[in-house]
């Protein structure tokens, strides 16, 4: 929501009080106490606004962009932390790009480098590339309709990355459930942070290779998965036909609402038309079967609220602060 000055103001409700257990508080989430939402106050004053500017020409080109940007942050936070490893192409230094989860897939790196090349003319050697690709990942979700949070400042990069370590780190969409939620808790998450974060999905697209064991022989049984409705499994086998030529093609996570941020990601796995394994497995599990039929049901300002606070945590999972790292000139390389 934005007032008549164009600042962004969280919206706000109020809470059954049935509800307030159950539920996080509508308060700031937590934030580590080595972050600050005011670091570049005086250091960078525009930085929000350079951001904001460049994730907002991105999207004017590319409407997948958003996605991206918010998956980009993701793979960068689970893999060791937010310490923007992920952006390094370096063989010197190591790379994450060709780890199997991003191969080809991962995008969106133009679109901080061109930001960080703005940032650097204003503000020289003071951001780091974690900090404006956080920025950049909020800044995304709600300039397609998502919620707006206040990030916490203060990253600082890291000046390594593993590729093995993506690989075993990062969550796969044919990973059974408890495979994932011990992933997110090994990182400071939770369950419930596992069914919020995975609500992003309503916005992107996934190449065909990472559910085509769902449409034709689901746990090597020869048949398609059968919590998948019948009529958008024969949709997706006309998307996705069985060779390997059609691998690399595109389809909506949300086909309901591709490229706008809301809660029908959640209707549409009550729906049995979630498009990866490890979405619809989320109807599988009692506790998170629940939140499921919660989101999809309440008004969709809960899901923001609680997608908001799940972000921050993930934001701060294994930043580099103070004397730690350094803030790299540009983005795919160390200083």
């Avoid at 090597?220 to 086998?237: E, H, T, V």
């Avoid at 390997?244 to 009550?270: E, G, H, I």
């Avoid at 609680?306 to 350094?326: C, E, H, I, R, Y």
Wanted: proline fraction near 5%; charged fraction near 20%; include cysteine.
């Amino acid at each position: 929501m934005l007032t008549a000055m164009g600042q962004k103001l969280l919206p706000y409700f109020t809470f059954p009080f049935c509800l307030m257990l159950f539920l996080s508080p509508l308060i700031l989430p937590l934030v580590s106490s080595q972050l600050n939402y005011n670091f570049y106050d005086y250091s960078c004053p525009r930085l929000s606004m350079m951001v904001g500017f460049g994730v907002w020409s991105a999207l004017q080109n590319d409407t997948r962009i958003a996605a991206s940007l918010l998956r980009l942050h993701f793979h960068d936070c689970f893999v060791n932390g937010c310490d923007g490893s992920v952006l390094l192409d370096d063989s010197k230094y190591g790379s994450e790009r060709n780890a199997f989860p991003n191969r080809n897939s991962l995008r969106g790196f133009e679109v901080i480098d061109n930001i960080k090349a703005d940032v650097e003319r204003y503000c020289p050697s003071t951001v780091s590339c974690a900090d404006i690709l956080t920025l950049a990942a909020s800044e995304a979700v709600h300039q397609v309709g998502g919620p707006y949070w206040r990030v916490p400042l203060g990253r600082r990069d890291g000046t390594t990355a593993n590729e093995m370590d993506a690989n075993t780190q990062l969550p796969s969409p044919v990973e059974p459930l408890q495979n994932i939620t011990a992933k997110f808790i090994s990182k400071g998450l939770d369950l419930k942070d596992v069914v919020v974060l995975s609500g992003g999905h309503t916005i992107g697209f996934a190449q065909c290779f990472t559910f085509k064991g769902r449409l034709f022989d689901f746990k090597r049984s020869g048949k398609p998965d059968p919590s998948l409705d019948p009529s958008s499994l024969s949709n997706l086998q006309s998307k996705c036909p069985n060779t390997d030529a059609s691998n690399s093609n595109l389809v909506p996570l949300d086909s309901t609402s591709t490229d706008r941020f809301d809660n029908s990601y959640y209707t549409n796995l009550k729906s049995k038309t979630g498009l990866l394994e490890s979405d619809q497995a989320l109807m599988g599990d009692p506790q998170t079967a629940a939140l499921v039929n919660f989101y999809s049901t309440m008004n969709q300002n809960y899901f923001y609220n609680d997608f908001s606070a799940s972000m921050v945590k993930l934001g701060n999972v294994g930043v580099l602060t103070g004397q730690n790292g350094q803030i790299r000139k540009k983005c795919e390389f160390v200083n």
